[in-house]
């Protein structure tokens, strides 16, 4: 840990003066975090929200939940979905046997996570709705490659090992690495609308994304092989495979997976 947990106990009171964590408390929350820098006043805040704290719960109420109408502006949130994605996100993230506020590392700013848990509450709530249900709907089937014989023969024949792969793959990535592929693939942010989430230049969040999404490949194909008894020209149609598929079986996958936000 970069700074002692007194100097953190310092800056979060010095931030958030009505707000009272017992020191012991503190240090079991911050314990429970990632050795590394983290931002104290936040997990100072996020400490006695997942306490229960009123006054805690008061001040993420002004000073957090009132910024989700800026965080849905760019996905075009009406008025209703904004307050319904606002306190589904007050029950889960503070109410319940683990309330999931506990979810929240310190590494990036709370206002950052917050709005990463606004995006998805938004996304599955919709979907909740039977909006992207009536639109897939209307969409024509495509099939995610042409049809070549000899990679449907793989593509049937490796199904499962594939979607299995793929589940390891992602789970091993880093939280940046889920979030921006979630927020891109199944939440449908282009560049313009992750650079804002993440708080960086557009350049930058499309180096992320290529590096993501290469690495995630890079897993899946590594996995497969090792899991795999098969020939090397067996080997290199997986690898087609896995390039032509990866987005719509990462479009499955969360759809499959995909939770309430929080």
Not at 24 to 40: I, N, S
């Amino acid at each position: 840990m970069s700074a002692s947990i007194d100097d953190m106990l310092q800056a979060g009171r010095a931030a958030w003066p009505d707000v009272l964590v017992d020191r012991e408390a503190f240090a079991t929350f911050v314990a429970a975090r990632d050795d590394g820098p983290l931002h104290a006043a936040d997990v100072y805040l996020a400490c006695a929200c997942a306490a229960g704290d009123r006054a805690a719960l008061a001040a993420f109420e002004r000073a957090y939940l009132s910024l989700i109408d800026g965080f849905l502006r760019g996905v075009r949130a009406t008025p209703e979905l904004i307050d319904e994605v606002r306190q589904h996100l007050r029950e889960r993230l503070f109410l319940g046997e683990r309330p999931r506020i506990e979810d929240y590392s310190g590494r990036g700013t709370l206002a950052s996570w917050l709005r990463v848990a606004a995006l998805r509450a938004a996304s599955n709530l919709r979907r909740a709705s039977g909006a992207r249900d009536r639109a897939e709907a209307r969409a024509p089937a495509v099939s995610p490659v042409p049809l070549d014989p000899e990679l449907a023969l793989v593509r049937s024949r490796h199904s499962n090992d594939f979607e299995s792969a793929l589940r390891d793959a992602f789970a091993a990535l880093d939280e940046r690495e889920r979030n921006l592929l979630r927020l891109h693939f199944l939440d449908g942010l282009g560049i313009d609308g992750l650079a804002p989430v993440f708080g960086v230049h557009r350049a930058t969040v499309a180096r992320w994304l290529a590096a993501a999404r290469a690495r995630l490949q890079e897993a899946v194909l590594a996995l497969l092989r090792d899991r795999l008894d098969v020939d090397a020209r067996e080997l290199e149609s997986l690898a087609r495979v896995v390039r032509s598929d990866l987005e719509i079986s990462l479009q499955s996958l969360f759809r499959a997976t995909a939770q309430p936000a929080g």
